[in-house]
C-alpha cells in the first residue's frame, strides 16, 4: 500500500512493467498457488501533486522506490522456499531474443536436477547445458559459455582449459550463487532467481494435507 496520489492507469502500467523484472523473475519450483497475488493499493491520502505522467521525474522515484520493494519481497519468496539452503540468481547473457534470455534463465531455474545437483553443491554444467538446450531458445552450443561465480567452467560449449573442479566444487558450498550463462548469439539479458531442491523440500511438502 501507498499513500501516494497517482493515476489508476499510470500505478497499473507501472506495476505490470515491474512485475515482469521481479515477481515474474523468481521459482522455487515452477509451480503456482491459486492464491497468488499482487496488488497496489494507492490511498492518495499524501499531500503531493498527483502523478499523471508515468515518466514524470515524480513517477520515475515512485517507480524507482517501488521497485525497490517488489524485488525485495520477490527474493524473500525465494528465499524462505521449502527446504532452500542456497539462493541461486541465474544470469543469461548474449540472447538472440529478450524471450530467449528469459526462457533459458527459467529454464535452468526450474530443473530439478540442476537444483538437486546445486543441493548436492555439485558443480554439474552438463545439467546446465541440458537446461539451456530444452528450453526452445535459439542457441548454438559451441557459443555457449558458462559461469559458476567469476569462474568459467564452460567456454565455446565445452570444458575450459583452465577449469578445476575443485575451486567449482569450493564455490558450490557457498549460500549464495551466480550461475552465468552467456549465449553467444545476441545482445539481450534476462535475470531470474530460484533456490535449491532438497530433502526437507520433499518432507515439508509430503507429510501434511491441505
Known amino acids: 500500500m501507498t499513500d501516494v496520489s497517482i493515476k489508476r492507469n499510470i500505478l497499473q502500467n507501472i506495476l505490470t512493467k515491474l512485475n515482469e523484472k521481479t515477481f515474474n ?11 497468488d497475488s499482487l496488488m497496489v493499493i494507492a490511498t492518495g491520502q499524501s499531500k503531493t501533486e498527483t502523478i499523471v505522467d508515468e515518466f514524470s521525474d515524480e513517477a520515475l522515484k515512485f517507480t524507482e522506490e517501488l521497485n525497490s520493494v517488489m524485488l525485495s519481497l520477490a527474493k524473500q519468496v525465494v528465499r524462505d522456499g521449502e527446504g532452500a539452503t542456497k539462493f541461486i540468481e541465474v544470469l543469461v547473457e548474449e540472447a538472440k531474443l529478450q524471450k530467449d534470455s528469459h526462457n533459458v534463465a527459467m529454464s535452468v531455474a526450474n530443473s530439478p536436477l540442476v537444483k538437486t545437483a546445486i543441493a548436492g553443491e555439485d558443480p554439474n554444467w552438463g545439467r546446465i547445458i541440458m537446461a539451456i ?31 578445476q573442479e575443485s575451486k567449482a ?42
Open 169 to 210: 566444487a569450493q564455490y558450490m558450498k557457498n549460500q549464495e550463487l551466480l550461475i552465468r550463462i552467456k549465449l553467444g548469439v545476441g545482445v539481450f539479458k534476462s535475470t531470474v532467481w530460484t533456490c535449491d531442491l532438497t530433502h526437507s523440500y520433499i518432507s515439508i511438502n509430503a507429510d501434511y494435507r491441505s
Open 133 to 163: 538446450g530444452k528450453s526452445g531458445a535459439q542457441v548454438e552450443r559451441d557459443k555457449i559459455s558458462i559461469y559458476f561465480g567469476d569462474l568459467l567452467v564452460a567456454k565455446n560449449g565445452w570444458l575450459s582449459p583452465n577449469y
Open 25 to 35: 523473475c523468481i521459482t522455487v519450483d515452477s509451480d503456482t498457488s491459486t492464491s
